[in-house]
């Protein structure tokens, strides 16, 4: 089946020319003038990508990110104006997978959404390897059921999104040792993935946050001054 992929831009010229670019590449698209009506479709399409504007009509695209978040593990690939790192650095910490800087080539977004989806498609076969080698791993207060994918900490499941987990599993597997930030984006986003260090420290705070009692003095997650992180062998 091909993989469908919903464009929340209001501007027409570019949502036009983005669903032409898509579609010649094989993707069926849905699209999305405005936040809400962005919301409104990807519930009702279940898209395999969004492609989101940050700059949107009625709800903005940082806004239109934290609620697919709060329902939906469907990659995010943000659009932001030229010279905007802080629109970059929220678009990432609010649960995007990438983002493209405008003005940009379509080369270059059909390469990122090849590669987003990409990703996907590995953690998806992963997963499903993993199904049919389960295992259980016990680490402090974490218990992970790695075919599953399910985390339960002091005896609760725990919600993870697909990269929180996939960190959380490096982590786990190499508990005692000192990652470091470089490391673990390869290992976990990808060594072409674009963004920077600083999405291995947001999602680090977000585990810290379902995981330790006290977040802001962590007891599994430690950060190792100028190294990286460890997570406790206990």
Known sequence: MKAKVLVVEDEEVLLSTLKFNLEKEGYAVATARDGWEALEVAGAEKPDLVILDIMLPELDGIEVCRHLRRESVVPVIMLTARGEEIDRVVGLEVGADDYVTKPFSMRELMARVRAVLRRVALDREAAAASTRDTQVVEAGPVSIDAGARRVRVRGENVELRPKEFDLLWLLVQNRGMVLSRDLILE?????????????????????REKIEENPGQPRWITTVRGLGYRFEPG
């Open 187 to 207: 290992k976990v986003w990808g060594y072409d993935f674009p963004g920077d260090t600083r999405t291995v420290d947001v999602h680090i705070r977000w585990l």
